[in-house]
């Protein structure tokens, strides 16, 4: 297990879920603050590619999160997730989704 830098999970949620709140990314960050990731998981941490969509992004910003927040491998599955959490994702996800229907 490695802790993560948090700038790094900080980078990806701000790129995965742009239209997030200052607060809602600093939710999440602090909650991930000095976390260990699994190595089997260490390529959640690579940066998005061109290729990666909306609700790609958005699933990886939340496998990330789970992963970290559980300390398992398959954080990110069921209920491991604190429904807090999961709502704040899932709320900043469905702003972009608008942003895009309305674009």
């Known amino acids: 297990m490695q802790t993560v830098d948090i700038a790094t999970v900080e980078a990806l ?3 995965g879920l742009p239209r997030a709140t200052e607060e809602e990314v600093a939710d999440l ?35 990330l999160v789970g ?19 999961r709502r704040t994702i899932e709320d900043a996800a469905a702003r972009a989704a608008e942003v895009h229907t309305l674009g």
């Open 13 to 15: 949620i701000r790129e």
């Open 29 to 63: 960050v602090s909650r991930c603050a000095g976390r260990a990731l699994h190595p089997d998981n260490a390529d959640l941490l690579r940066p998005f590619g061109p290729r990666d969509r909306e609700r790609t992004r958005r699933g990886r910003v939340e496998t």
């Open 67 to 85: 992963c970290l927040l559980t300390g398992h491998r398959n954080g990110w599955y069921g209920n491991a997730l604190n429904p807090q959490v």
